[in-house]
């Protein structure tokens, strides 16, 4: 149990001795500035109002039944009625050297696991990937990685475009080549193939024409397009793969259930939703008017479901994949990681969803929303040329750079290190740059502010836990040997045991609120209390005695697991050296 949720029910037992109704929480928090303690319970103010009593004489009555004898070294009470808990360091230090005998950290596996189905990256399979999916398959990763952690079981769903109107001009495309030159050849640049594609459309009315009869033939189940499909299809989730296997997202083939897994589901879909009243005809087209989200004025929300032609849409789909998630996968949670731009369209699919009972009232869907990434400019972020950047360039361009700096800044690797360290720190300070941004703004994608070893930054954990590793290795021990107790004497100690002991307590956050950027705080937080105590508590100076020494090594060694357990939630490698 973590240290909120312990003193929470300390000070909840204490509110009831003292005569408290139990519907008044105790409401306890980490504090927020020095001297307040390392934990306040602020729930007598609310606990007063409701008895209407003195705020500051009921928290008095709250600590006088406090119990947290060895725990807290004092307990007072601040302006109307704010109980401070300042911790023992004996305490702290003896939940330390119990998490620290756990390789998950003392974290314990939820007692009620949920089944969670998260639906990220999801690109659109007619194109290559390019810099727009970057942040729906990393934030999503790093969710999917701590949920996992958690104990819950989490089901990847990758909800590709592999169905649009696109794909009978693809095919139709790709047919002609199998009739002249190589076709893997013809398909080995996807984004030059589209151009390719999409210059024929446009000048050659007969293909265009044969584009449209191709996808009404392969949304029929024709054999023939259906082949030349897979074919494109095979090469275009080739090249995913390859953007996964690079930025070390869990993504595997299996978790692949594109928009044309749902396809038979679609007419039956409309038909039920016909049945249910909800669908009505409206020029030609199925549509239903959601009152729930009528506008100002009161107009329903109209939700096309089936065109006048017969198609179906984005939305459609989107039902029937919830729809299956909610039966078939048995979700609690659906999480959806898109791009705020698709807030309308996700918030019509989950309210009618409900409003159809295609999934349970206790359901949650969340649509996870993010902002765009933007160049210096402010604008969204492009080549010079103002094309899309696409996804392989700039991983391969974030690699070379960290290269660059890693040789400046050491020489002690050989070739392959160099690569590899500059693999995982270019990697990862792409990813963590976006990640420790509040996920629902916009940010301004900078080479130079993340591949900074200052500050905020990927470079800067990865550093740190190398760091702790080079004492280790001076030190001439392992961390799995270090005997001896945990003390925590000076100021610099305690503060750095008791951020080490609140990761359980972010990782609840995140898990719930889906906002990587609080685990990034937490880790830079970390990071910066170890300076800190590194400046303020020397290790393996001469005249340290073991037992400090000892008792130091292990308190680094806690922040090295730490810093590379929540890296590892959020996707991004450490090294031994950099
Ligand atoms: N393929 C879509 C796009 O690139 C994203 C799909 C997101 N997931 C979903 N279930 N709608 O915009």
């Given at each position: 149990?973590n240290?909120?949720?312990?003193?929470?029910?300390?000070?909840?037992?204490a509110?009831?001795?003292?005569?408290?109704?139990?519907?008044c929480?105790?409401?306890v928090?980490?504090?927020?500035?020095?001297g307040?303690?390392?934990?306040?319970?602020?729930g007598?103010?609310?606990?007063?109002?409701?008895?209407?009593?003195?705020?500051r004489?009921?928290?008095?009555?709250?600590?006088?039944?406090?119990?947290?004898?060895?725990?807290?070294?004092?307990?007072?009470?601040a302006?109307?009625?704010?109980?401070?808990?300042?911790?023992?360091?004996?305490?702290?230090?003896?939940?330390?050297?119990h998490?620290?005998?756990?390789?998950?950290?003392?974290?314990?596996?939820?007692?009620?696991?949920?089944?969670?189905?998260?639906?990220?990256?999801?690109p659109?399979?007619?194109?290559?990937?390019?810099?727009?999916?970057?942040?729906s398959?990393?934030?999503g990763?790093?969710l999917?990685?701590?949920?996992?952690?958690?104990?819950?079981?989490?089901?990847?769903?990758?909800?590709?475009?592999?169905w649009?109107?696109?794909?009978?001009?693809?095919?139709a495309?790709?047919?002609e080549?199998?009739?002249?030159?190589?076709?893997v050849?013809?398909?080995?640049?996807?984004?030059?193939?589209?151009?390719?594609?999409?210059?024929?459309?446009?000048?050659?009315?007969?293909?265009?024409?044969?584009?449209?009869?191709?996808?009404?033939?392969?949304?029929?189940?024709?054999?023939n397009?259906?082949k030349?499909?897979?074919?494109?299809k095979?090469?275009?989730l080739?090249?995913?793969?390859?953007?996964?296997?690079?930025?070390n997202?869990?993504?595997k083939?299996?978790?692949?259930?594109?928009?044309?897994?749902?396809?038979?589901?679609?007419?039956?879909?409309?038909?039920?939703?016909?049945e249910?009243?909800?669908?009505?005809e409206?020029?030609?087209?199925?549509?239903?008017?959601?009152?729930?989200?009528?506008?100002k004025?009161?107009?329903?929300?109209?939700v096309?479901?089936?065109k006048?032609?017969?198609?179906?849409?984005?939305?459609?789909?989107?039902?029937?994949?919830?729809?299956?998630?909610?039966?078939?996968?048995?979700a609690?949670r659906?999480?959806?990681?898109?791009?705020?731009?698709?807030?309308?369209?996700?918030?019509q699919v989950?309210t009618?969803?409900?409003?159809?009972?295609?999934?349970?009232?206790?359901?949650?869907?969340?649509?996870?929303?993010?902002?765009?990434?933007m160049g210096?400019?402010g604008?969204?972020?492009?080549?010079?040329?103002?094309?899309?950047?696409?996804?392989?360039?700039?991983?391969?361009?974030?690699?070379?750079?960290?290269?660059?700096?890693?040789?400046?800044?050491?020489?002690?690797?050989?070739?392959?290190?160099?690569?590899?360290?500059?693999?995982?720190?270019?990697?990862?300070?792409?990813?963590?740059?976006d990640?420790?941004?509040?996920?629902?703004?916009?940010?301004?994608?900078?080479?130079?502010?993340?591949?900074s070893f200052?500050?905020?930054?990927?470079?800067?954990l990865?550093?740190?836990?190398?760091?702790?590793?080079?004492?280790?290795?001076?030190?001439?021990?392992?961390?799995?040997?270090?005997?001896?107790?945990l003390?925590?004497?000076?100021?610099?100690e305690?503060?750095?045991?008791?951020?080490?002991?609140?990761?359980?307590?972010?990782?609840?956050?995140?898990?719930?609120?889906?906002?990587?950027?609080?685990?990034?705080n937490y880790?830079?937080?970390?990071?910066?209390?170890?300076?800190?105590?590194?400046?303020?508590?020397?290790?393996?100076?001469?005249g340290i005695?073991?037992?400090?020494?000892?008792?130091?090594?292990?308190?680094?060694?806690?922040?090295?697991?730490?810093?590379?357990?929540?890296l590892?939630?959020l996707?991004?490698?450490?090294?031994?050296?950099?």
């Open positions: 149990m240290i909120r949720d312990f003193l929470t029910e300390k000070v909840q037992s509110m009831t001795t003292a005569g408290i109704p139990s519907e929480a105790p409401i928090a980490p504090s927020k500035k020095a307040f303690g390392d934990y306040q319970a602020n007598a103010m609310g606990a007063a109002k409701v008895m209407k009593t003195n705020p004489a009921l928290a008095a009555s709250i600590v006088e039944n406090l119990d947290l004898d060895g725990i807290a070294a004092t307990i007072d009470i302006g109307p009625g704010f109980i401070n808990i300042h911790l023992c360091p004996k305490w702290l230090a003896t939940q330390l050297a998490a620290q005998l756990d390789d998950r950290l003392g974290i314990t596996a939820v007692s009620a696991p949920q089944t969670a189905v998260v639906d990220y990256s999801s659109n399979l007619a194109k290559e990937m390019h810099v727009g999916h970057l942040r398959s990393i934030i990763d790093a999917v990685r701590l949920l996992e952690f958690q104990g819950h079981k989490v089901i990847r769903q990758n909800h590709v475009g592999d649009g109107t696109q794909f009978g001009m693809l095919t495309e790709l047919e080549h199998l009739n002249t030159d190589d076709s050849m013809a398909l080995n640049d996807l984004e030059v193939f589209y151009r390719q594609s999409k210059q024929h459309f446009d000048a050659d009315p007969a293909f265009a024409d044969k584009a449209r009869e191709y996808v009404v033939k392969l949304q029929g189940g024709d054999q397009i259906l030349l499909w897979e074919q494109f095979t090469v275009s080739k090249h995913s793969e390859e953007m996964y296997t690079n930025l997202v869990t993504l083939p299996e978790d692949v259930k594109g928009e044309s897994f749902y396809n038979d589901d679609l007419s039956v879909l409309v038909k039920e939703l016909q249910q009243n909800l669908a009505v409206s020029e030609g087209a199925q549509v239903v008017f959601l009152d729930e989200m009528a506008d004025e009161g107009n329903p929300s109209p096309l479901i089936q006048k032609g017969g198609g179906y849409l984005y939305a459609t789909t989107d039902l029937a994949a919830l729809r299956y998630r909610a039966d078939t996968l048995q609690d659906v999480l959806y990681f898109i791009d705020a731009r698709q807030s309308l369209h996700m918030q989950f009618l969803a409900k409003k159809a009972n295609f999934v349970p009232a206790t359901t949650s869907l969340e649509h996870h929303a993010f902002g765009t990434m210096a400019d604008k969204p972020f492009k080549t010079r040329a103002g094309d899309t950047v696409k996804l392989a360039d700039l991983l391969v361009e974030a690699v070379e750079r960290a290269e660059k700096l890693v040789r400046e800044k050491n020489t002690d690797l050989n070739d392959e290190q160099v690569l590899e360290v500059a693999r995982k720190v270019g990697i990862g300070a792409v990813k963590y740059a990640l420790s941004k509040t996920r629902t703004n916009d940010y301004i994608f900078s080479w130079e502010s993340m591949l200052e500050g905020n930054t990927a470079p800067y990865q550093y740190g836990y190398t760091r702790i590793q080079s004492i280790f290795r001076k030190a001439g021990i392992s961390a799995a040997d270090l005997k001896g107790e003390a925590l004497e000076v100021d610099q305690k503060a750095l045991a008791l951020k080490l002991l609140q990761l359980s307590e972010c990782l609840e956050v995140v898990a719930r609120e889906a906002y990587p950027h609080i685990l990034c880790l830079y937080e970390l990071a910066s209390l170890y300076m800190s105590f590194y400046e303020a508590c020397p290790i393996l100076k001469d005695d073991t037992a400090t020494r000892n008792s130091r090594l292990q308190l680094c060694a806690q922040v090295g697991n730490t810093l590379k357990t929540g590892d939630l996707g991004i490698e450490v090294m031994e050296r950099m």
